[in-house]
């Protein structure tokens, strides 16, 4: 999963670039949820929320480092239970 950093300004225009819906409004700035990020495998080449990022402030999170193919069982997984 990926993570957003505290100098996120808010801007918003990651939320909707997302395609597991797994970023919304924190209490102070946006959030990943790392049980629904999988980094856009499955949907796009590219992580969608760092190419749109104006201040760079999206990461790999380090509590939720995940291998490629454990990101594929999560897209997977995703898609059953959507
Ligand atoms: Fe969403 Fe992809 Fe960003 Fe994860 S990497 S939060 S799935 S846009
Ligand atoms: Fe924050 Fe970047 Fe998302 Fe804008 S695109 S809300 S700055 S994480």
Request: glycine residues 2%; contains cysteine; proline residues 7%.
């Given at each position: 999963?990926?993570?957003?950093?505290?100098?996120?300004?808010?801007?918003?225009?990651?939320?909707?670039?997302c395609p597991n819906?797994?970023?919304?409004?924190?209490?102070?700035?946006?959030?990943?949820?790392?049980?629904?990020?999988?980094?856009?495998v499955g949907h796009?080449?590219?992580?969608?929320?760092?190419?749109?990022?104006?201040?760079?402030?999206?990461?790999?999170?380090?509590?939720?480092?995940?291998?490629?193919?454990?990101?594929?069982?999560?897209y997977k997984h995703?898609?059953?239970?959507?």
């Amino acid at each position: 999963s990926l993570k957003i950093l505290d100098t996120c300004v808010n801007c918003d225009v990651c939320e909707p670039a997302c395609p597991n819906k797994a970023i919304s409004l924190g209490e102070e700035f946006y959030v990943i949820d790392p049980a629904l990020c999988t980094e856009c495998v499955g949907h796009h080449d590219e992580p969608q929320c760092v190419v749109v990022c104006p201040v760079e402030c999206i990461i790999i999170d380090p509590a939720h480092a995940e291998s490629r193919e454990q990101l594929e069982d999560k897209y997977k997984h995703l898609m059953e239970t959507k």
